[in-house]
């Protein structure tokens, strides 16, 4: 996991559960949920180890949209590669879908492609727009680095994440396998 200061970022590993035992997420239709799997604790591809932190762009706020994060997992031979197959699928495929969790919220999504992070073995991106609230929205990147996954979560009106760093932390993945 990064840690320190990268491409005008200050990546800050975490020690507290990323989730919640209630924030089981599904999707209204089985297209659309390795999209909510992103945001589940139980998703269909169990990690065999995760680890997160948070990212703080150097002099933002994290209330004006400075700041995001990023979740490492790793997955048993083969795992990381079909999980990212499926989120290509459906970021292409579920441009609106229904999201709900067992936390008690529910969500109507709007999905948009975003250009690949041309990092990792491979990668793709999104934006994940709420069509009750507009301006609540995420921008995911997912980089692959052998059968690890890097998820990369900023908010929509937020400094996006620069490939640079994207880059660093798939050194740093390559270094440790």
């Known amino acids: ?11 800050t590993p975490q020690s507290e559960p990323l989730l919640e ?6 999707a209204a239709g089985p297209a ?20 997160w932190a948070a990212l703080q762009a150097e002099g933002g706020a994290t209330e ?8 490492l997992t790793s997955y048993p031979e083969g795992e990381a590669e079909v999980w990212m197959r499926e989120l290509k699928a459906a970021a292409a ?3 609106d879908f229904e999201v709900s969790s067992k936390r008690g919220w529910k969500d109507q999504d709007t999905v948009s492609a975003l250009p ?7 990668s793709v991106a999104f934006s994940a727009v709420s069509t009750r609230a507009p301006r609540k929205g995420q921008t995911m990147t997912v980089v692959r680095t052998n059968g690890s996954l890097a998820v990369y979560l900023t ?8 490939p640079a760093l994207m ?4 050194e740093k993945l390559q270094e440790a396998d």
């Not at 035992?21 to 599904?26: A, E, L, Q, S």
């Not at 659309?32 to 680890?51: G, I, N």
């Not at 690949?116 to 491979?122: I, L, Q, R, T």
Request: with cysteine.
């Open 21 to 26: 035992d209630v924030d089981v997420v599904m």
């Open 32 to 51: 659309c949920q390795p999209l909510a799997d992103l945001r589940s604790v139980t998703p269909r591809h169990e990690a065999t180890a995760t680890a």
């Open 167 to 170: 880059k660093r932390q798939h």
């Open 155 to 162: 908010s929509t009106d937020g400094e996006p994440i620069p």
């Open 116 to 122: 690949s992070a041309g990092v990792g073995h491979d």
């Open 93 to 95: 495929a579920c441009k």
């Open 1 to 11: 996991m990064l840690s320190g200061k990268h491409s005008g970022f200050e990546a």
């Open 64 to 71: 004006a949209g400075g700041g995001g994060s990023v979740v």
